[in-house]
Nanobody, 121 residues
Framework: QVQLVESGGGLVQAGGSMRLSCVAS????????MAWYRQAPGKQRELVAT???????NYVDSVKGRFTISRDNAKNTVYLQMNSLQPEDTAVYYC???????????????WGQGTQVTVSS
């Protein structure tokens, strides 16, 4: 009954910016860690950024200083602000979140269906 839906992808020129959003909906008690992954053609899916329930963030080295992950708990939403985009950032971006449906239930990992980001040179 929990769903994650990404939005904000599209086509942008190198050096431009884009903000991705991911909204969680359904029967949710609490949202724990949230993350963004990406997968380029012919490559493995890689972890891009994470944010804990306490707001601690981590990034893959290739996006440090350019990308910012944030969350709005009141809206059950995680964002990825992407600046200084380069062609190598082209990929399908997926959001991911560990969510519980009751106070003592075990968390379950949910995935969005992805949004395409294409950066032209």
């Amino acid at each position: 009954q929990v769903q994650l839906v990404e939005s904000g992808g599209g086509l942008v020129q190198a050096g431009g910016s884009m903000r991705l959003s991911c909204v969680a909906s359904g029967s949710i008690f609490s949202i724990r860690g949230m993350a963004w992954y990406r997968q380029a053609p012919g490559k493995q899916r890689e972890l891009v950024a994470t944010i804990t329930s306490g707001g601690t963030t981590n990034y893959v080295d290739s996006v440090k200083g350019r990308f910012t992950i944030s969350r709005d708990n009141a809206k059950n939403t995680v964002y990825l602000q992407m600046n200084s985009l380069q062609p190598e950032d082209t990929a399908v971006y997926y959001c991911n979140s560990d969510i519980t449906r009751s106070r003592w239930a075990s968390p379950v990992t949910y995935w969005g269906q992805g949004t395409q980001v294409t950066v032209s040179s």
